[in-house]
């Protein structure tokens, strides 16, 4: 299947800082890209949906200003946790789909995202 | 909005047995239904997928039913060996909008 790779694959940052996740689709073209959150055993909830060259649609509850979504290309869209605090801490996952083509989603090898 | 149930929550099963997962759905206009796999702390895979207009479809050791009437969806893995020991998620969708995911399901296969 298709590739999707996710950068960086666990990170520490300090409470107030920023961390940016990368999503890059290696071998297709993403014409949309998935960015979803999974606290511990439990399932993976949908963030925000980006398309792109468009602005990310994010789901209720989750705040735009906090999660920044760029999808500036067909084969990368970033994450930026900003203002990152102890709460945010989770595990996040991206999945890219091309849905001119298919509809399998392929999804990075998520982020494990620690705030201390 | 789609909502997306999962039955049971966890699953023991030995080696050798079957195992059946079930999944429900709200939305009768969902048309793509995937399953995916979840080792701890990898990324979700693929394993079998099946659009409304099938009622069965089989791979191997591992197969899925729908019901559309019913607006159910379930997977069925024989021969159950330890490998299968993982999360599973069923997921409906219409076809090139987003998924949504039920709650997994932890298969534990018991040697």
């Known amino acids: 299947g298709a590739v999707v790779s996710q950068h960086p694959s666990w990170v520490i940052c300090k409470s107030g800082t920023s961390v940016k996740i990368e999503c890059r689709s290696l071998?297709?073209?993403?014409?949309?890209m998935f960015w979803y959150r999974q606290f511990p055993k439990q399932s993976l909830m949908l963030m925000a949906t980006s398309n792109e060259g468009s602005k990310a649609t994010y789901e209720q509850g989750v705040e735009k200003d906090k999660f920044l979504i760029n999808h500036a290309s067909l084969t990368l869209s970033t994450l930026t946790v900003t203002s990152a605090h102890p709460e945010d801490s989770s595990f996040y996952i991206c999945?890219?789909?091309?849905?001119?083509?298919?509809?399998?989603?392929?999804f990075g090898q998520g982020t494990r995202l620690t705030v201390v | 909005g789609e909502n997306v149930e999962q039955h049971p929550s966890t699953l023991s099963v030995q080696e050798g047995d079957s195992a059946v997962i079930k999944c429900t759905y709200s939305?009768?206009?969902?048309?793509?239904f995937p399953w995916y796999k979840q080792e701890l702390g990898k990324r979700p895979q693929l394993i079998i997928d099946i659009r409304s207009n099938v009622g069965e479809k089989k791979d191997q050791r591992i197969a899925v039913t729908l019901n559309k009437t019913a607006k159910h969806f379930s997977l069925h893995i024989t021969e159950t060996q330890p490998e299968d020991s993982a999360v599973y998620f069923c997921a409906a969708s219409i076809v090139g909008q987003n998924f949504v995911f039920g709650p997994g399901t932890r298969l534990s296969v018991l040697p």
């Open positions: 939305d009768s206009a969902s048309n793509y």
């Open positions: 999945s890219a789909r091309d849905l001119r083509v298919a509809t399998e989603a392929f």
């Open positions: 071998d297709f073209q993403a014409t949309t």
